[in-house]
């Protein structure tokens, strides 16, 4: 069975994001960009299932500019056997990126695809679920637990009141949570293994796939800065100040 991984290229998440003087957007110009921690750990779960011997290959896909093949590369590290770069420059939204992966998922005769939740720069949580929907499949967001057996896929998702485990029949998607791995550390020897794998590079504009955007973004805003914080006297003054000035949000 060949597992899809979809990997994004997002600003790392140790980078504090800053808006374009322009409010069109997050500034990305001269910023560390590196693999959404959720692909991370989708990839980490598929390295995982071929290493049990459940999967035969692990293939990892990222849809971007040609610096994206850094990120496909940082995935084949951590285990995914190759890689494939659909290149275009365009801003691509969940929709475009969803009916790319179909592309690849169909040609590959893919089984099982595993993205992350969701990418933490647009946080639009979007992709994997708009990709069940084009192939037709079964799905399951925010796994915390993954098991395959035959044709089933028995899954525990992470849900507001606790924990939810269903059974798929493959082929099937899921998106995946924060609590489903830790991903392992990338060694240098897997580094320099990763550099001789495959990593194919296709034009989306050679595919003849709308990926037209269908959104436009009006504005983009820096989070209110918090106020600074006072100290109170007493207890007596922190009582008063609570009833007379804090307020129910
Ligand atoms: P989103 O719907 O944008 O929050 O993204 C959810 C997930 O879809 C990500 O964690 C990735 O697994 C996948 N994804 C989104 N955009 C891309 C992209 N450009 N290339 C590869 N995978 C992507």
Known sequence: MKILVAVKRVLDYNVKARVKSDGSGVDLANQKLSMNPFDEIACEEAVRLREAGVASEVIV???????????LRSAMAIGADRGVLIETDAGLEPLAVAKLMQHVATKEGVQFAIFGKQAI??????TGQMFGALMGWAQASFASKVEISGDTATITRE?????????????????????????????LPNIMKAKKKTLEVVKAAELGIDIAPRTVTLHVSEPATRKAGIKVADTAELVKRLREEAKVI
């Open 121 to 126: 720069d647009d946080d639009a949580g979007q």
């Open 159 to 187: 849900i507001d009141g606790g924990l939810e485990t269903l059974a798929m029949k493959l082929p099937a998607v899921i998106t995946t949570d924060l609590r489903l791995n830790e991903p392992r550390f990338i060694t």
């Open 61 to 71: 896909v990222s849809c971007g500019p040609t610096v994206c093949q850094e990120t």
